[in-house]
């Protein structure tokens, strides 16, 4: 590109068409001679004739000049000029592009890649190499590679697939690229896209490319972010998060959003920057219930892994299981105290039910094991060492501890037969509840004077009775005992959870007292530390938004929790298990926002707008064709206003205008290739595909039996099938097609982790892939024995349970009414997922079998099958209908399960 102040040239070369002038100022001074009229009689054929023919040896020198300006438009329309180009380079060597793509380059992301799509072009444009500097560590966990000297052409394409990761950049390894350039001493211009942030490092870096050459520095409008979320204290009564930004400039408002585990919005709450204020506080004033539903805060409208936080059982519940007998049915549920602990239980989360050998396969946090619950004898040991390793177990006393002997799970020794109202160690009224211990759970809470306990389990006295009280009654008497065994509690309220003995389980007070005793279980933290390490579960990608984890996470320490790095090794997101999971945020620990105010020896931009081109060759086009059609007129005025030359001089003129429009119009250096040569088949229409095996046998027949089952789908329904395609799983995109056959070879091997995703994504999108093992001439088919490559292809996918088609199945009915469904072979089984799981509109997105159905459909180009099978054509008829089922399946789900269909069905089959 050659620019020439606010004027540039994209295709200057062109601009040596001008050296031709002084030849065309030669050539178009000639002019042709007037017609003239010259009367045709014979006798006067050699009268009044002139002896020397007269001819104009020039043009005017004004029409020679008017058709050299024409000339001259026309080369500098090739040169395809721009007034104000977005880029100007101004030196001779490669350029240097430094980009930004940490977690605060989220914000005007677009605009960010739009500017250096720009400057790459204007690299290509001008012939010159690129160096490439991105600052974040790559998301496979590698090594930053930087600076390695590309062609624009191929800078491009690394641009254009970047996307922000959701770590910090790294500066010492971006400082040690531009110092490698330095030494090389051949860069020339010098930009820096830039988060705007002064990082650690960040001067170093800027120095670095100073000693390249003189930098031109863009960073993005700081009003528009980054921001970030530093999560809400833990253990506070009121979740409250702080805001924080690096620009003060200006009073902003933003609006802060929370929502659940399964994305249901549970509050926006709006917050003010005034101007002068980096950073807010915001009171997330939530009821209980809602709060422990609360998994992940983002800011509205504003992206970025540093404009959301995660919350996991450390800010809201804790795992809490009740220990029921099942087996145990109460007459009048409504007054059992499951129902009553239950209820008190819901507001503090999710509370699982069930005999204690079951709930300790999970990880639980408190265990709640009330009166009428019986423990077996092997559960006594396991609760006793689930409590020593963290647990809390919160017991109730009632008939059946009274009348116990040497239980072992009571943090006091008891006495037996309990104290009640009018009865052996009476009591002439209702006791009321007392003093609470100072240093307990339940320090500070107000105690309703209008609760009535008339009967507790009485605890003998001891030396250690009053260390283990943490309420009592009026009358001194324990009502609620604890011990510490281990790294875990045993804690015993000496009443029942219902109203047999107490009124306590109708009063707020009992809430209270559960919610501050859950809160002292074992946390999520300490839970998934029994491991020493948390898998990753669900994590932030670049953009803050929260999905599967990248292939370069790790597990992390638990233990470590506090100085956990963010890397792409520990990026931000939830690790450990859906039920017991840490979140890792960001906002925590990045240090103050400070704006990047200048670098040495280079300017700062502000924004990453692009400056508006405009393209001047449809003007110079248009001007050249008016002073075209000017020359006509005047050469024909000049001519004699002839209407033959008219007619000649309107044909030359159409001609040349053709000739300017063709090369005006003609493609640039960069010009793009036609859209239409990148169109997959799938998406323009009804397209059935294969797995490409590397057998070119197998392939063939996948081939010619797609074909041939597309063929009958044309002849006998509506559906319009193009040609089969073949599909490789590592490259091809499989949105486009509703179905996919699979022949399983024998040694097929596993598949890469892309194309796990890719088909996984496919069958999550409604996509059906079948399964042929085509061995069904075997005995003992190996489907029904899981074969080692089928296994081997499902352990890598999200495969749901299969089942054998029941007779009641939609596919058995979704065009033709069969039972069977044969291929090349008869008689083998076809699995399906069945069952409540099924989504996608009903369709399984797996059916496995072993009929080598595709060598049943398999035809060649004059269109007869392949390959022999039966022996009256019947089974060959009936493998094509289960082909049109199967399609039909796909397409339409469930729509052959409705009710509606079944009349027509049942007349169909004579009943």
């Known amino acids: 590109m050659l620019s020439v102040g606010p004027l540039a040239f994209t295709a200057p070369w062109l601009l040596l068409g001008l050296l031709a002038l002084p030849l065309l100022w030669w050539l178009l001074r000639l002019m042709p001679p007037a017609p003239r009229r010259i009367p045709f009689p014979a006798i006067r054929l050699l009268f009044g004739l002139k002896g020397e023919e007269t001819t104009p040896k020039a043009a005017p020198w004004w029409l020679t000049i008017l058709r050299l300006a024409i000339a001259a438009l026309v080369v500098v329309t090739a040169a395809r000029p721009v007034l104000n180009p977005d880029w100007s380079l101004t030196g001779t060597g490669p350029v ?21 799509s720009a400057l790459l072009d204007t690299a290509e444009r001008s012939d010159r190499p690129v160096f490439l500097i991105l600052g ?47 030494r090389e001493g051949a860069a020339g211009d010098v930009f820096w896209l830039s988060d705007g942030l002064r990082t650690d490092g960040g001067d170093a870096f800027a120095a670095a490319l100073a000693e390249i050459g003189s930098p031109t520095v863009l960073v993005p409008d700081l009003s528009l972010g980054p921001m970030l979320i530093d999560p809400p204290a833990r253990g506070e009564t009121m979740l409250s998060a702080t805001l924080r930004r690096p620009d003060a400039a200006a009073a902003i408002q933003v609006a802060l959003v929370g ?44 992206q970025g892994a540093g404009a959301a936080a995660l919350l996991d059982e450390r800010w809201s519940r804790r795992p809490i299981g009740i220990v029921a007998d099942i087996g145990n049915r109460e007459a009048l549920p409504l007054l059992s105290e499951i129902y009553f602990l239950d209820r008190a239980l819901k507001p503090l989360g999710r509370v699982d039910r069930g005999p204690a050998e079951i709930l300790l396969r999970q990880q639980q946090s408190v265990l709640l094991l009330p009166d009428e619950t019986v423990l077996e004898s092997t559960d006594y040991d396991r609760l006793n060492d689930w409590i020593a390793a963290g647990g809390m177990l919160i017991r109730f006393a009632g008939p059946r501890l009274a009348g116990a002997v040497n239980d072992p799970l009571v943090p006091v020794a008891l006495r037996s037969g309990g104290r009640q109202l009018s009865g052996a160690m009476l009591w002439t009224e209702p006791a009321r509840i007392g003093r609470v211990a100072e240093n307990g759970p339940f320090a500070g809470m107000t105690i309703p004077k209008d609760i009535a306990i008339t009967r507790q389990v009485l605890a003998e006295p001891s030396l250690e009775l009053d260390r283990k009280t943490w309420m ?43 919610g501050r005793l859950s809160s002292m279980g074992r946390g999520v933290r300490d839970a998934a530390g029994d491991q020493g390490t948390a898998a990753p579960y669900r ?48 906002g ?100 059935l595909a294969y797995v490409l095996t590397g057998d070119p046998q197998i392939d063939s027949v996948s081939e010619a039996g797609l074909r041939g089952l597309s063929d009958v789908l ?92 029941p007779p009641e199945h939609v596919l058995t009915r979704s065009f033709y009414l069969m039972q069977d469904f044969p291929g090349r072979w008869d008689g083998g089984t076809v699995w399906v997922e069945t069952g409540a799981s099924i989504s996608n509109d009903g369709v399984s997105p797996v059916v496995v079998g072993d009929a080598d159905w595709a060598a049943a459909w398999a035809i060649d180009d004059l ?31 469930n729509y052959k399960a409705d009710q509606v269909h079944v009349p027509s069905i049942l007349e169909r089959l004579g009943q």
Do not use: C
């Not at 803050?544 to 996470?553: C, F, H, I, M, Y």
């Not at 931000?572 to 017991?580: A, E, R």
């Not at 090369?663 to 088949?681: E, F, K, R, T």
């Not at 061995?775 to 495969?799: C, K, P």
């Open 259 to 302: 929502f659940s585990e399964d994305g249901r919005p549970l509050l926006r709450q709006d917050a003010t920057l005034a101007a002068g204020e980096t950073e807010v506080s915001v009171a997330l004033d939530l009821p209980t219930e809602l709060r422990n539903d609360l998994a992940r805060l983002v800011l509205e409208n504003r």
């Open 472 to 514: 009592r009654l009026a009358d001194d008497t324990p009502l609620v005992t604890a011990d510490r065994r281990g790294d875990g509690w045993l804690v015993l309220i000496h009443t029942t959870a219902n109203t047999e003995w107490s009124d306590l389980a109708l009063s707020g007070l009992f809430v209270d007292m559960l």
């Open 96 to 116: 240097v592009l430094a980009i930004d793509d940490g977690w605060s380059a989220s914000p005007a992301w677009d605009a960010r890649l739009t500017r250096a």
């Open 588 to 687: 925590d620990r990045i240090p103050a926002l400070t704006p990047l105010q200048g670098v040495p020896g280079g300017s700062v931009t502000a924004g990453f707008e692009k400056q508006e081109e405009q393209p001047l060759a449809p003007y110079l086009l248009l001007a050249a064709l008016a002073l075209l059609i000017l020359d006509t007129i005047v050469t024909v005025i000049l001519r004699g206003y002839s209407l033959t030359g008219m007619r000649g001089a309107a044909g030359g003129t159409l001609g040349a205008a053709a000739l300017i429009l063709l090369l005006a119009a003609s493609p640039g250096p960069a010009a793009a290739q036609s859209a239409d040569s990148d169109i997959p088949p799938g998406a323009r229409d009804t397209v």
């Open 136 to 182: 974040a560590p790559p998301a496979d966990g590698g090594p930053l590679e930087a600076g390695q000297l590309l062609t624009a052409e191929a800078a491009q394409r690394i641009v254009a697939a970047l996307v922000p990761k959701p770590w910090p950049v790294d500066r010492a390894a971006m400082t040690e690229a531009a110092n490698r350039i330095a």
């Open 863 to 893: 269109g007869r099958p392949m390959f022999p099978i039966g022996d009256d054509g019947r089974q060959r008829e009936m493998a094509y209908r289960f082909g049109v089922n199967l399609v039909m399946y796909t397409l339409t789900g």
């Open 539 to 586: 994590t932030l990608d670049g953009f803050g938004r929260l999905g599967e984890p990248q292939n370069s996470a790790r597990p992390i320490d638990v233990d470590s929790l506090d100085s956990l790095t963010i890397s792409p090794a520990t990026p931000p997101g939830f690790y450990g298990t859906q039920k017991v999971r840490v979140a890792v945020n960001l």
């Open 714 to 805: 044309r002849q006998r329904t509506a559906i319009e099938a193009g040609d089969p395609v073949g599909v490789d799983l590592d490259s091809d995109e499989l949105a486009f097609y509703p179905l996919l056959y699979w022949p399983v070879l024998d040694d097929a091997g596993a598949m890469s982790a892309p194309a796990a995703d890719r088909l996984n994504r496919f069958m999550a999108s409604g996509g059906l892939i079948l399964f042929d093992t085509r061995d069904g001439h075997l005995a003992g088919s190996r489907v029904l024995a899981a074969s080692g490559a089928l296994r081997r292809i499902a352990e890598q996918l999200n495969v749901p349970p299969l089942a054998t088609v």
